[in-house]
Antibody
Framework: QVQLVESGGGVVQPGRSLRLSCTAS????????MHWVRQAPGKGLEWVTV????????NYADSVKGRSTISRDNSKNTLYLEMNSLRAEDTAVYYC?????????????WGQGTMVTVSS | DIVMTQSPDSLAVSLGERATINCKSS????????????LAWYQQKPGQPPKLLIY???TRESGVPDRFSGSGSGTDFTLTISSLQAEDVAVYYC??????????FGQGTKLEIK
């Protein structure tokens, strides 16, 4: 079954760190760039970060740059997002999404999301 | 950064009628070398993740009903649902991927039944 499953969300205090995971199955994970996209409660979608298929290239939204690190382990079919110095405004559902690559360019597969709540 | 602006913010349409959602980019997202518009449309139903509907502005994703269509070029784009069904109630987002590896979404349009 082609799917993405996120984990690692929860309630965390401001200033603390959290690592999210996204496990892929049913497709060749190592052939696709991967993204994290977040959605604050009742708000729209915000692209967060992308990593190339081989992990060599990464990019971040300004809102998380310097506080977050995206990585992947192709041997484990797993994508990660390490978030540091968390703020209340980082509270959101975090989705991992597959890049359709050059054939589509868009995000053609999404996980169900994991909720991160930053609160004291 | 490329800003994506959708209109309207919300829309109520009767069952069986046409629904039209607009999306405008702050700069052209047409790549001249391949004549492709780097625009996608997503549907998000309550409590669910987004689902890709349309890419390259007008190419329907596999399995998407043909009542959904995308059009436009350059800076102005439209998602049309030709005959609204009850299951189409959702929030719809446009997204540009012209400025890869940076991406932006529109603010979303909430579609309801009148």
């Amino acid at each position: 079954q082609v799917q993405l499953v996120e984990s690692g969300g929860g309630v965390v205090q401001p200033g603390r760190s959290l690592r999210l995971s996204c496990t892929a199955s049913g497709f060749t994970f190592s052939s696709h760039a991967m993204h994290w996209v977040r959605q604050a409660p009742g708000k729209g979608l915000e692209w967060v970060t992308v990593i190339s298929y081989d992990g060599r290239n990464k990019n971040y939204a300004d809102s998380v740059k310097g506080r977050s690190t995206i990585s992947r382990d192709n041997s484990k079919n797993t994508l990660y997002l390490e978030m540091n110095s968390l703020r209340a405004e980082d509270t959101a559902v975090y989705y991992c999404a597959r890049d359709g690559n050059y054939g589509k360019g868009a995000f053609d597969l999404w996980g169900q999301g994991t909720m991160v709540t930053v609160s004291s | 950064d490329i800003v994506m602006t959708q209109s309207p913010d919300s829309l109520a349409v009767s069952l069986g009628e046409r629904a039209t959602i607009n999306c405008k980019s702050s700069q052209s997202i047409l790549y001249n070398s391949n004549h492709k518009n780097y625009l996608a449309w997503y549907q998000q139903k309550p409590g669910q993740p987004p689902k890709l509907l349309i890419y390259w502005a007008s190419t329907r994703e596999s399995g998407v009903p043909d009542r959904f269509s995308g059009s436009g070029s350059g800076t102005d784009f439209t998602l049309t649902i030709s005959s609204l069904q009850a299951e189409d109630v959702a929030v719809y987002y446009c997204q540009q991927y012209f400025s890869t590896p940076t991406y932006t979404f529109g603010q979303g349009t909430k579609l309801e039944i009148k």
